[in-house]
T-cell receptor, first 112, second 113 residues
Framework: DSGVTQTPKHLITATGQRVTLRCSPRSGDLSVYWYQQSLDQGLQFLIHYYNGEERAKGNILERFSAQQFPDLHSELNLSSLELGDSALYFC???????????FGPGTRLTVL | GEDVEQSLFLSVREGDSSVINCTYTDSSSTYLYWYKQEPGAGLQLLTYIFSNMDMKQDQRLTVLLNKKDKHLSLRIADTQTGDSAIYFCAERGLTGGGNKLTFGTGTQLKVEL
């Protein structure tokens, strides 16, 4: 158990819908990262937040957005969902010095 | 851009050593990591190595880094059936703020009796 929690574990929805994935980092970790794992793209970095501020963006679609709240939990919002958005979405957290990232169990999103 | 490559499959017999290889292109890589993913589970950090090191040993795991050739390997001694999983190599470079990890495609390790 890495100490990073993600909810929900599974999510099934329809095309065109909007969903919110939630992540709670390890106690004391200020950084939260979001990654997408799909069969065709592999593991891709989406976005990084540090203490509430966006620090880096990767291959994140404009239909996706994220935020980190004052209590340091983070949410990833996915809108106008397409079939190709079906994937595992991982959240990771790291301490102040970003030597290591600890991953949560992931949220499996299925878009029908 | 950054690219990390791994072979897709490796099959070994229980008790043998496994060696999983990885190559990367980002010369600014500062840290390199090995993660393990079991079926239906998240990514478990196994070990990592700083780019100014050649080798790191942690119990059954040995990481070798050849920075000149941009080659990283993970050796698992006395491989057990519980080691069957997908192993991801990842690098953290200075590109894009220096905090994102770039992952390889993963190597599926199958341990046979």
């Amino acid at each position: 158990d890495s100490g990073v929690t993600q909810t929900p574990k599974h999510l099934i929805t329809a095309t065109g819908q909007r969903v919110t994935l939630r992540c709670s980092p390890r106690s004391g970790d200020l950084s939260v990262y979001w990654y997408q794992q799909s069969l065709d793209q592999g593991l891709q970095f989406l976005i990084h937040y540090y203490n509430g501020e966006e620090r880096a963006k990767g291959n994140i679609l404009e239909r996706f957005s994220a935020q980190q709240f004052p209590d340091l939990h983070s949410e990833l919002n996915l809108s106008s969902l397409e079939l190709g958005d079906s994937a595992l979405y991982f959240c990771a957290s790291s301490p102040q010095g970003p030597d290591t990232q600890y991953f949560g169990p992931g949220t499996r999103l299925t878009v029908l | 851009g950054e690219d990390v490559e791994q072979s897709l499959f490796l099959s070994v017999r229980e008790g043998d050593s496994s060696v999983i290889n990885c190559t990367y292109t980002d010369s600014s890589s500062t840290y390199l990591y090995w993660y393990k993913q079991e079926p239906g589970a998240g990514l478990q950090l196994l070990t990592y190595i700083f780019s100014n090191m050649d080798m790191k040993q942690d119990q059954r795991l040995t990481v070798l880094l050849n920075k000149k050739d941009k080659h990283l390997s993970l050796r698992i001694a006395d491989t057990q059936t519980g080691d069957s999983a997908i192993y991801f190599c990842a690098e953290r470079g200075l590109t894009g703020g220096g905090n994102k990890l770039t992952f390889g495609t993963g190597t599926q390790l199958k341990v046979e009796l």
